[in-house]
């Protein structure tokens, strides 16, 4: 059974950096791709970004500026790094397992709430 | 990129059949045949429905089905429950190695 746990910072201020990392029991940490997703309140669903065991990456061109995707593969671990963040980044984020190409995401974390206030 | 185009409102009486579509573009749902859909309900996860345009996971009722044509997708729900009001999301890999997300539907049991 394939199970995500994610953790990092709820509460921001205007410019400061979203940390967040998800930690991946069960199953195989190689041959996926690891994603990020998030979800403003009361819409909908964006995919951030993802990254591979051996480091590819992969980001929503929208992002790409202000967002890194890092993995350490010894603690089955990904993280996710949102840098100069604005209310506009106020969103459940969600980690999830995605299969390579094919893109369906079966498993997911439990969801983070990241709140930018000042 | 753009979010793939889907309606905001769907609705149906318990029993009936209801369809989602899902717009997209020769980028993405045109292109390749990965597209997924994901159920939502209130404060809660995502959940897998379909996969590869028309494959369902395991422990997924076989009321849920999905098709394409072109660069629409869809997803139907046959025998609807009051259990499937819901959220619904479409998604599609893309040719830029991408991955989008429908505008999300509301299905409402009536």
């Known amino acids: 059974q394939v199970q995500l746990q994610q953790w990092g910072a709820g509460l921001l201020k205007p410019s400061e950096t979203l940390s967040l990392t998800c930690a991946v029991n069960g199953g195989s940490f190689s041959g996926y791709y690891w994603s990020w997703i998030r979800q403003p309140p009361g819409k909908g669903l964006e995919w951030i970004g993802e990254i591979n065991h051996s480091g590819t990456t992969n980001y929503n061109p929208s992002l790409k500026s202000r967002v890194t995707i890092s993995i350490d593969t010894s603690k089955n671990q990904f993280s996710l790094n949102l840098i100069s963040v604005t209310a506009a980044d106020t969103a459940v984020y969600y980690c999830?397992?995605?299969?390579?190409?094919?893109?369906?995401?079966?498993?997911w974390g439990q969801g983070t709430l990241a709140t930018v206030s000042s | 990129q753009s979010a793939l185009t889907q309606p905001a409102s769907v609705s149906g009486s318990p029993g009936q059949s209801i369809t989602i579509s899902c717009s997209g573009t020769s980028s993405d749902v045109a292109t390749y045949n990965y597209v997924s859909w994901y159920q939502q309900h209130p404060d809660k996860v995502p959940k897998l429905m379909i996969f590869?345009?028309?494959n369902r996971p395991s422990g997924v009722s076989d009321r849920f089905s999905g098709s394409k044509s072109g660069n629409t997708a869809s997803l139907t729900i046959s025998g609807l429950q009051a259990e499937d009001e819901a959220d619904y999301y479409c998604?599609?890999?893309?040719?830029?190695?991408?991955?989008?997300f429908g505008t999300g539907t509301k299905v409402t049991v009536l």
């Open positions: 998604s599609s890999y893309t040719i830029h190695n991408t991955l989008v």
């Open positions: 590869d345009v028309g």
């Open positions: 999830a397992r995605a299969v390579p190409t094919r893109q369906y995401l079966r498993y």
